[in-house]
Protein backbone atom coordinates (compact mmCIF):
# COMPACT_ATOMS: atom_id res chain seq x y z
CA UNK A 1 0.00 0.00 0.00
CA UNK A 2 1.48 2.99 -0.50
CA UNK A 3 1.20 6.23 2.04
CA UNK A 4 1.24 10.15 1.73
CA UNK A 5 3.93 10.86 3.93
CA UNK A 6 3.73 14.07 6.00
CA UNK A 7 6.25 16.04 8.16
CA UNK A 8 4.61 18.61 10.10
CA UNK A 9 5.62 20.51 12.93
CA UNK A 10 3.52 22.16 15.74
CA UNK A 11 2.62 25.38 15.14
CA UNK A 12 2.95 26.33 19.08
CA UNK A 13 6.61 25.30 18.82
CA UNK A 14 7.77 24.78 15.70
CA UNK A 15 10.99 22.92 16.94
CA UNK A 16 8.52 19.97 17.46
CA UNK A 17 7.91 18.24 14.58
CA UNK A 18 6.72 14.59 13.67
CA UNK A 19 5.79 12.44 10.37
CA UNK A 20 2.41 11.19 10.22
CA UNK A 21 1.85 8.74 7.33
CA UNK A 22 -1.86 8.79 5.57
CA UNK A 23 -2.77 5.83 3.54
CA UNK A 24 -3.89 6.42 -0.22
CA UNK A 25 -6.08 4.27 -1.14
CA UNK A 26 -6.40 2.99 -4.71
CA UNK A 27 -2.92 3.92 -5.54
CA UNK A 28 -0.67 1.75 -6.78
CA UNK A 29 2.59 3.25 -6.97
CA UNK A 30 4.37 6.59 -5.68
CA UNK A 31 4.10 8.52 -8.87
CA UNK A 32 0.22 8.00 -9.28
CA UNK A 33 0.24 8.99 -5.56
CA UNK A 34 2.12 12.13 -6.36
CA UNK A 35 0.02 13.20 -8.85
CA UNK A 36 -3.80 12.66 -6.48
CA UNK A 37 -1.89 14.08 -3.29
CA UNK A 38 -2.57 17.58 -3.15
CA UNK A 39 -6.17 17.49 -2.37
CA UNK A 40 -5.46 15.14 0.88
CA UNK A 41 -3.03 17.82 2.10
CA UNK A 42 -5.66 20.14 3.12
CA UNK A 43 -7.94 17.84 4.22
CA UNK A 44 -5.25 16.64 6.40
CA UNK A 45 -4.48 19.74 7.60
CA UNK A 46 -7.95 20.81 8.51
CA UNK A 47 -8.20 17.27 10.54
CA UNK A 48 -4.94 18.31 12.39
CA UNK A 49 -5.09 21.90 13.76
CA UNK A 50 -2.43 23.18 14.99
CA UNK A 51 0.31 21.32 12.91
CA UNK A 52 1.94 22.93 9.48
CA UNK A 53 3.35 20.81 7.02
CA UNK A 54 6.28 21.16 6.27
CA UNK A 55 6.96 18.84 3.40
CA UNK A 56 4.81 15.80 2.06
CA UNK A 57 5.93 12.84 -0.24
CA UNK A 58 4.72 9.16 -1.21
CA UNK A 59 6.05 6.11 -0.24
CA UNK A 60 5.59 2.99 0.30
CA UNK A 61 3.46 2.48 3.66
CA UNK A 62 5.99 -0.69 4.93
CA UNK A 63 9.18 1.94 4.88
CA UNK A 64 9.93 3.54 8.35
CA UNK A 65 9.50 6.93 8.90
CA UNK A 66 11.42 9.15 7.60
Known sequence: MIAL???ACFL???ASCRVF???V???SNVVECA??????LP???EEHP????QK???ASSEIADL
Do not use: K, L, T
Not at 35 to 40: K, L, N
Not at 50 to 53: D, E, K, P, R
Open 12 to 14: SDP
Open 50 to 53: GWHI
Open 21 to 23: RVP
Open 35 to 40: MSAVPY
Open 5 to 7: VVS
Open 56 to 58: WSC
Open 25 to 27: PDQ
Open 43 to 45: QWS
